[in-house]
Structure formats: structure tokens, C-alpha cells
């Protein structure tokens, strides 16, 4: 069985500020062992349910936050970026399913350490008119791809989000939101317990999917920079609905990996920080 887990860290176990996820914050250092120790308990899961072939793609930020001597000798790491496909980096029609471990709701919802891929600098996005963010555009991109999501970790927030994308995705809450930066946390061993035993049981029912060519969709992104926007539409085949909002059309994952270029452009404009 082979396995695909994403991993972002907003949504990790007792994690709930800037300084807990950001290099160079206070508590970084210790944000990025508990991302690891998230990840180890669903590698767990993923072994006891048969894996033989896991893959870990470290998913935030600058992508180097996973110490691979702290990862779980199971996996494998994809570390550092560039990627073409950001934090889908390595997904294959091959993977019988993906795990989706320390994700956070959208830009706007009161979710823990909330946003869309770039902080401040998207507002909003919408994927066929539905809002949407970094959670619904891995499922849908996945989908594309033939890779059902099993599991999904984080606070109570992005839990939510998750079931209204996909009721059928396990998802476990590892904190509950009280505002943005904060949260009631659930003891640590508690949370990982939880975790393993959800990949367990899910992966062990599992059924493999295969992708469905489907009508191409419209991503649409507003972003807070009108440089942006209008940058943007340098790029063949985006067009603009306001001065600070562009949109473009394509299959998926074909668009997922075109929304990367767009971050990249909007990053050499741009010198905000995430959670200003």
C-alpha cells in the first residue's frame, strides 16, 4: 500500500502563533518537533494499516521545518522548494490514498492561525464560484489526480471545512479554536493517539479511486496587492474581474500547479509578513 501524507503545521498539536510556526520565532524550534511527532503518529497509522511506501512532503513555509532524523524511519521526505506542486509535491495516481496532517481553515473563517496559502496577501479564492482554500483545492487537485483523501488533522475549524468538502474524509480536531491565536488544546499523547488510530482504521477500509477527466475549472484568487493582479495579467490566460482580483481556467492539477506560479510572482512583489 502506498501512502501520501501532506503535512502543513498550522493545525499541529498545541501550535496556535506565529512565533510557534515561523523560522526565527521564540517556539519555533519546538513548533517544528511537535509537526514531526503529528506526522510520526499517522506513519504509525499507516504502517499498522499495511503501507509499505510512504511518502512525507513537508508542506509549510519554506518546506525544511521536518528534521529528517526526527521523521519516522517508515517514511520518506520531500523537503525544501521549489515545487511544482507545493504541498502535492509527489503525489501520484499511484498512492491509494493521502493524509492531510497539521491543515488550517481558510482565509476569513476564525480558525487557528486561518489563511490562504500566502497569508494577508489572499483575501479570497474560489474554485468553480465555491469559496475556497488550502483544504478544498488539495481534495479537488487529489481527486483530479485519482487519490482519495483519507484523513485530515487539525483544529476544529479546518475539521469542519474538510466534511463540507468531503463527508466521507476522517478528520480528527487536535485543538479547538477560541480566535485566531488561540485555542483549547488537547493533551498531546491524546491527540497522536488519536491520530494513529484514525489512519489506522482508515486506511484499513480505504477504497482506491481513479481520476475522472472532468470539465475544466476556474480558479479565482483576490489578492490583496492590486501589483499583483495586474502582474498577473502578463501570464496567458488569466483575466481580471476587478483591479485586484484575476482568474484563469484549466483542469486540475494542470491549475493547481498554475496557482503556484501565481504565489511565486505575488512573493517577489510582496514583503508581507503571514500572520501580520
Not at 70 to 98: N, S, V
Request: hydrophobic share 40%; aromatic share 4%.
Amino acid at each position: 500500500m502506498r501512502i501520501y501524507i501532506s503535512v502543513d503545521m498550522e493545525g499541529v498539536t498545541g501550535l496556535v502563533d506565529a512565533d510557534d510556526v515561523q523560522p526565527g520565532g521564540r517556539d519555533y524550534d519546538r513548533g517544528r518537533l511537535m509537526m514531526a511527532e503529528d506526522v510520526n503518529a499517522a506513519v504509525r497509522g499507516a504502517v499498522a494499516a499495511g503501507a509499505t511506501d510512504i511518502t512525507v512532503n513537508d508542506a509549510h513555509g519554506p518546506m525544511r521545518n521536518i528534521l529528517p532524523e526526527t521523521l519516522h524511519p517508515a517514511a520518506r521526505l520531500i523537503r525544501g522548494k521549489p515545487k511544482q506542486m507545493g504541498m502535492l509535491e509527489g503525489l501520484m495516481p499511484e498512492h491509494e490514498a493521502m493524509v492531510c496532517v497539521g491543515y488550517h481553515s481558510r482565509a476569513g473563517a476564525l480558525g487557528v492561525l486561518s489563511h490562504s496559502f500566502m497569508g494577508h496577501e489572499i483575501e479570497d479564492m474560489w474554485l468553480d464560484g465555491r469559496p475556497v482554500g488550502e483544504i478544498g483545492l488539495a481534495h479537488a487537485t487529489a481527486a483530479a489526480i485519482g487519490v482519495p483523501v483519507a484523513v485530515l488533522t487539525g483544529d476544529d475549524c479546518a475539521c469542519v471545512e474538510m466534511r463540507e468538502w468531503d463527508a466521507s474524509v476522517t478528520t480528527v480536531a487536535v485543538k479547538r479554536a477560541r480566535d485566531r491565536f488561540a485555542a483549547d488544546l488537547r493533551p498531546a499523547e491524546e491527540a497522536h493517539a488519536a491520530i494513529e488510530e484514525a489512519v489506522a482504521t482508515s486506511l484499513s477500509t480505504q477504497r482506491t479511486t481513479s481520476a475522472v477527466p472532468s470539465d475544466p475549472s476556474t480558479l479565482t484568487v483576490r489578492w490583496q496587492s492590486a501589483s499583483v493582479a495586474s502582474t498577473l495579467l502578463g501570464i496567458p490566460g488569466v483575466t481580471s474581474e476587478d483591479t485586484r482580483t484575476v482568474q484563469a481556467q484549466g483542469n486540475l492539477p494542470s491549475l493547481y500547479r498554475l496557482f503556484g506560479v501565481w504565489m511565486r510572482v505575488a512573493a517577489s512583489l510582496t514583503n508581507q509578513p503571514p500572520y501580520c
